[in-house]
């Protein structure tokens, strides 16, 4: 008896456990696709602290409170008047509203939600190519896993974000040229005003630009071999689309200045800088870096899709500047995400048989099946947790950042002019300006001469293994020059660099020191004047009961921004000071 013949009564069933079937795998698949897109939101959630954030958030509320963009370098005294070239004044409009806004939390969570909107962009170009939603989603966690590191509260965020505008724009333009040479300029005419905001966010907008111009050179080089003059009306209008957008770079506060600016800025070398380094096999990036060229590789190399040569070169100079500095890997990633679907596809088709065949089907058994959205289900329940986690905990670690120096200091009110490695300088700038100002900070050469930055160099890292990169007009490097320039009151010293730990030892073991030792714990000291701290007649006389030298780890971490409490009752003050002899030994002073 044929199925057609059966009595209804026996189809019913059947049909019902196929509909409740393709439903389960309907279900499965749909929690298969949440589950991996929760894996690329995981690393996307980091919630690392930036030693920059502080600085970011207080230059956006400084610009807030005075009512104007400062044209020159603020909170330092050895800049003072210095012109000062901020890139990235949007973004720290934006982190002083979002702070103010959302708080902390909410920023996290707006983080990681602008990392998924990039992704989320990048497949739905996929998607309209026909990539199948699983390839495109796996190569999303790849792409999350290489933006991982570069994804904290910063505001390289805007340049990824406008980077990936600028590609679906260049997605949508051309998305016709391989079969019929056509540019929808439509599509691309608001490239320029992507680079008016883009300008304004981040300095990123100087690779941006390069990306662009390199796809119309190339564009047009195809045409000029393809239709030769009869291709003119398109060259022109990508000739002028592409002076457009240099054009729309001039619209920033600076104008010509900021163009200036980054071709002398560029030009030098920034050893000192880690993401301006190659990368190693020891920084967490190294290994899903490989496995982003590895899979990039063979798809382009095993791919039955028309290859786009001008893609090709310019992820090829992408990848070549991304081993030369750290920091490229991420907009690596980002041409991945967009132009690697597809071929990516195409080379997994070629594990399918070569007679033609289809590859078996494999169908699970009703229970198999309900285990697996089962599991699913309790994974999606594990990655929403850590995410929620991960959105609630904005740790500022005892251990890495001198969160009870600052208290001390806050507490004692020491203030003035105060020399601090670079890394926390724009912290303390948050915690004590307007009463105390820095020597250098973050900033780098957007407002410090580059005979200030040598200087720094000079007392954190010294000759470092000989790979500095200094202004012929900075003389002989001197750790010691930066002590007496501007005048400084205090020093804070991050134990985790010798050579200032080791000139401060230096200089207290002179027959008539200059520096005196005020505070110090197994993460930070602090030094001030001789002149100011040690003379009993000086306002600021500091006696030797209320020094602190404290052994003790540093344990536990603060959440952001970890400022200090002001006006601490004195009770919590006689806690914190220990016996100066009895620890000296134990910190090896």
């Known amino acids: 008896m044929t199925s057609s013949e059966r009595p209804a009564s026996e189809l019913v069933p059947s049909m019902t456990r196929v509909d409740g079937a393709r439903r389960e795998y309907r279900l499965l698949k749909r929690a298969t696709i949440v589950a991996m897109a929760l894996g690329c939101a995981i690393p ?11 600085g970011h958030v207080r230059y956006g509320q400084d610009w807030l409170a005075e009512g104007e963009l400062p044209r020159t370098a ?3 005294f050895t800049a ?9 004044n949007l973004a720290e409009l934006a982190f002083a509203i979002g702070y103010e806004k959302l708080g902390t939390s909410g920023l996290l969570v707006a983080k990681c939600l602008w990392g998924m909107a990039i992704l989320l962009s990048m497949v739905w170009v996929a998607r309209r190519h026909g990539v199948h939603a699983f390839t495109v989603w796996a190569l999303m966690l790849l792409v999350a896993a290489n933006l991982q590191a570069f994804f904290p509260l910063r505001p390289q965020l805007l340049s990824f974000a406008l980077c990936a505008i600028t590609l679906v724009l260049l997605d949508r333009g051309f998305c016709d040229w391989s079969e019929t040479k056509t540019i929808h300029c439509r599509a691309l005419w608001p490239l320029p005003l992507v680079f008016i905001v883009w300008v304004n966010a981040h300095g990123g907008f100087v690779l941006g630009l390069c990306i662009v111009g390199a796809y119309f050179g190339g564009r047009m080089l195809e045409l000029l071999i393809s239709d030769r003059l009869a291709a003119w009306p398109r060259l022109l209008a990508l000739s002028v689309l592409g ?12 104008g010509a200045e900021m163009h200036q600016w980054l071709m002398a800025s ?7 800088i880690t993401e301006w380094a190659p990368p190693k096999l020891s920084d967490p990036i190294y290994w899903q870096w490989i496995a982003l060229l590895g899979v990039a590789t063979v798809s382009l190399w095993a791919t039955r899709k028309k290859r786009d040569w001008v893609q090709i070169a310019i992820l090829a100079i992408v990848a070549w500047q991304s081993a030369l500095h750290l920091r490229h890997i991420a907009f690596l990633a980002l041409l991945c995400g967009f132009w690697l679907p597809v071929h990516l596809q195409s080379a997994l088709s070629r594990l399918r048989p070569s007679d033609g065949s289809q590859l078996p089907v494999m169908t699970l058994s009703p229970w198999l099946r309900r285990l697996a959205v089962a599991a699913l289900v309790a994974a999606i329940g594990l990655q929403s947790y850590a995410l929620k986690c991960q959105f609630t ?7 890495r950042f001198p969160v009870d120096a600052l208290q001390y200091m806050a507490d004692r009110q020491l203030q003035g002019k105060l020399v601090v ?5 724009q912290y303390a700038i948050a915690a004590l300006a307007p009463d105390t100002r820095v020597a250098f900070d973050g900033r780098f050469r957007t407002c410090y001469p580059q005979e200030v930055v040598d200087m720094h160099f000079d007392f954190l890292l010294g000759e470092y293994g000989g790979n500095r990169s200094r202004s012929t007009d900075s003389g002989p490097i001197d750790g010691t020059r930066v002590l007496q320039h501007g005048s400084p009151d205090l020093v804070l010293v991050d134990r985790r660099y010798e050579n200032p730990v080791a000139i401060m030892k230096a200089e207290s073991q002179r027959e008539d020191p200059e520096w005196t030792l005020l505070y110090c714990d ?3 000291e602090l030094w001030g004047h001789r002149d100011r701290y040690d003379d009993p007649t000086h306002a600021d006389y500091l006696p030797l009961t209320a020094r602190v030298l404290d052994a003790s780890p540093r344990e536990g971490a603060v959440q952001w921004p970890a400022l200090p409490i002001r006006s601490r009752p004195t009770s919590q003050l006689a806690e914190q000071i220990v016996n100066p002899q009895e620890t000296a030994v134990e910190l090896e002073l």
């Open 266 to 272: 560029l030009g030098k070398p920034r050893p000192e």
């Open 522 to 524: 197994r993460v930070a």
């Open 74 to 76: 603020s909170h330092t």
């Open 243 to 254: 002076i457009s957008c240099i054009g729309a770079t001039f619209a920033n506060p600076y």
């Open 393 to 399: 905990e904005f740790p500022v670690e005892r251990n």
């Open 80 to 88: 003072v008047d210095y012109p000062w070239i901020n890139h990235e």
């Open 44 to 54: 996307l959630s980091l919630n690392l602290v930036d030693p920059d954030l502080w």
């Open 421 to 425: 490695s670079f890394n926390w300088a």
